[in-house]
Nanobody, 122 residues
Framework: EVQLEEAGGGSAQPGDSLRLSCTAS?????MAWFRQAPGKEREGVASIRTAGNAVYTDYSDSVKGRFTISKENSKNKMWLVMDNLRPEDTAMYYC????????????????WGQGTQVTVST
């Protein structure tokens, strides 16, 4: 069992930036960010894995070019840098892991954090 803890959520105005972090209790092969707004289905945001010097990522079209996912294996940490925030980015953001094949947003993620709230408004 992997314990996950998110941090960094808060309030922002459109166009602002926020950085989310996820700290895991142990190294995991694949990590991802998901989000869910009230009354809406859960949406995959971004996933990441590394192999040597190669980095493999998967982004939702809604955040591609604005959000950047990264991780530091030695610290079991993952980040999501969110630039040019929009009101539609408002949601609870969750850190997840557990998918083996594929490591992509369509994968099966079984371990979840408690979430961190992001609110984007004027």
């Amino acid at each position: 069992e992997v314990q996950l803890e998110e941090a960094g959520g808060g309030s922002a105005q459109p166009g602002d930036s926020l950085r989310l972090s996820c700290t895991a209790s142990q190294w995991t092969y694949c990590m991802a960010w998901f989000r869910q707004a009230p009354g809406k289905e859960r949406e995959g945001v971004a996933s990441i894995r590394t192999a040597g010097n190669a980095v493999y990522t998967d982004y939702s079209d809604s955040v591609k070019g604005r959000f950047t996912i990264s991780k530091e294996n030695s610290k079991n940490k993952m980040w999501l840098v969110m630039d040019n925030l929009r009101p539609e980015d408002t949601a609870m953001y969750y850190c997840a892991t557990g998918s083996k094949y594929p490591c992509a947003l369509r994968g099966r993620f079984e371990e979840w954090g408690q979430g961190t709230q992001v609110t984007v408004s004027t």
